[in-house]
């Protein structure tokens, strides 16, 4: 089964994938598609706040991060990491559990990067936004890290996500049944 849409003015067909016995998500991965990856962060890059860095989760959202740093002319972003790293120092750390992931996880912040956050302007990314939990984690860390949130982007906002008021989005996904039917 699979969703087409149209993502940045692409055409795209996100198979869906179940998360239990009566819903399934769409699977929505930019590794690997450039144009998408490149068109979005185009999009994106159009409606973001006025910002000093950007700031984003582990995995997904890092090609997308690393494309709107280069056409922002930026030379410098942050990622939360999904575990510690040998070169971390003064970690930050936030637990989460989003739709994606079997069980909670943490999420680090390397306390250098912290640093360079405190009251600077911050742009919080992520390629999907569905439960929020992800988003707010993030939250979290840059809160701690003393940054000034100016603005929560995706590309997707899935399920009830698009009706949040607080993020900037390029396309709503909706969710579906066992059947592949999207749920109004």
């Known amino acids: ?6 993502i940045a003015g692409l ?3 996100l198979p ?9 998500i769409g699977a929505f991965v930019i590794f690997g598609d450039v144009e998408l990856t490149c068109a979005c962060a185009k999009a994106l890059l159009e409606k973001a706040p006025d910002f000093d ?7 997904k959202a890092i090609p997308l991060i690393h494309e709107m740093a280069r056409q922002s002319g930026r030379n410098e972003y942050f990622l939360v990491r999904k575990n510690k790293k040998l070169y971390m120092d003064g970690v930050f750390e936030v637990s989460v559990r989003s739709i994606t992931t ?6 680090y912040m390397d306390g250098a990067d912290a640093r360079k956050m405190k009251g ?3 742009l919080i990314l992520d390629d999907v936004i569905s439960t929020g939990e992800s988003l707010r984690a993030v939250e979290e860390l840059v809160e701690m890290a003393g940054g000034n ?7 997707l906002a899935e399920g009830d996500a698009c009706k949040r008021d607080d993020i900037i989005y390029l396309e709503p996904l909706p969710l ?6 999207p749920i109004a």
């Open 1 to 6: 089964m699979k969703y087409s849409m149209t």
């Open 149 to 155: 949130i100016v603005g929560r982007m995706a590309i």
């Open 102 to 107: 079997a069980k909670e996880q943490k999420l």
């Open 16 to 24: 869906l994938c179940p998360i239990s016995d009566s819903l399934c």
């Open 176 to 181: 579906f049944d066992k059947d592949g039917k």
């Open 53 to 59: 860095y950007m700031v984003a989760p582990e995995a």
């Open 11 to 13: 055409d795209r067909d």
């Open 120 to 122: 600077k302007r911050i």
